[in-house]
């Protein structure tokens, strides 16, 4: 295949945190012609020209629908890094499946799976959703059953892009606060922790319990008897704010000023310390001679927006390898997550993943109630705060 015969992967924002990561690590690749487009089309050519002669530059603006179709006419694959997503929504993948292009968002933009004839579109493929519903996938390793915990946590300072994300993720219907996942969705059965543990964290956590769709499609998938998820805070001030968004009713919030506040309070927890992002799931369940055994994955970086560009790249590949089925799925369906893992490993040296396994007590595996503190409680990794699992 001649540069010229490349497949042509054009990513909308591409010169954000997001969109750089992912250009980037395509490039890297090799096989594929990069086309780098945002609103500032002198950022854009400055990105373009880091990656070499593989990369062109073109302005898009992704809030218009003429633009967007102008911007991934000839692409194979247009890969949306732009936001908020929660605003801009299914603009960008409309305009590229017009046009005969194949389509990834790392956010969701709204769209409902199902098929779409001779085309491919990839949703939520980044870090939570994305990588997050990945994670029982990768520790089932193709077996079903067992009870499976995940988390994330961060520590970092928000973009205001990513705070208004945020604030607006809060008011779509994407999971059931404090529910667990038995079988079913079953509302109210978890409580907030607030000493929660995590390997790697020093400090213990403030976590609140929140059944995503996204972990409850996995669980329901691997047929797994429970599942868990949790979203925990490392300090106070932005679950303050939090907090008080949550309070309030949607229609009266000022998004843009509350982001702000979003924003600062991230700042503020996150002042002299280490920034880290973290992606955790356990999974008790029997390894293939029938031994009660329990697996841990982790996933670290110190830039939450490298690994959602990391993993949005992945799917952009696969995408145009014709590794993936017609249709529109989230990422966590689709993805192959082993692979997934290999790709975060070749990716970047701030990029740690850790996969352990260990024998358990018969009545753990079994689907035993003890608790995420008694499952954190197995890990033996020894805490330490900004370094690498």
Sequence with gaps: MTAREAPLIGIIGGYGAVGAAAARRLAAEGRF??????????AARACAAGLGAAAQAMAVDAAADDSLAAFSRGCRTVLNCAGPAYLLLDRARRAALAV????????????????VAGRTVVLSAGLAPGLSGLLPGLLARGAGGGRFTGCYAGLGVFT???AVDYLLSMERDYGTPLAEWRGRVVPGALRA??????????????????????TADRARALRLDRARWYNAFDGPALLGVLNRARAGRPGERDVAATAAELVAASALDAAGRTPYHLVWGSLETRGPDGTPVRRTAAVRAADGSELTGLVGAFAAAAVCDGRLPHGVHPASAVLDPAAVVRWLRESAAGVTVTETETATETETATGTDTGAGASLAAESAEPVEGGVL
């Design 100 to 115: 005969g292009a194949d389509y990834v968002d790392v956010m969701d933009d709204g769209s409902v799976p199902g098929p």
């Design 160 to 162: 205001h892009t990513g």
């Design 33 to 42: 012609r990069l086309r780098i487009g945002g609103r500032n089309a002198d």
């Design 193 to 214: 922790e607030e000493d929660f543990r995590l390997p790697g964290v020093a400090r213990p956590l403030v976590a609140y319990p929140y059944l995503t769709a996204e």
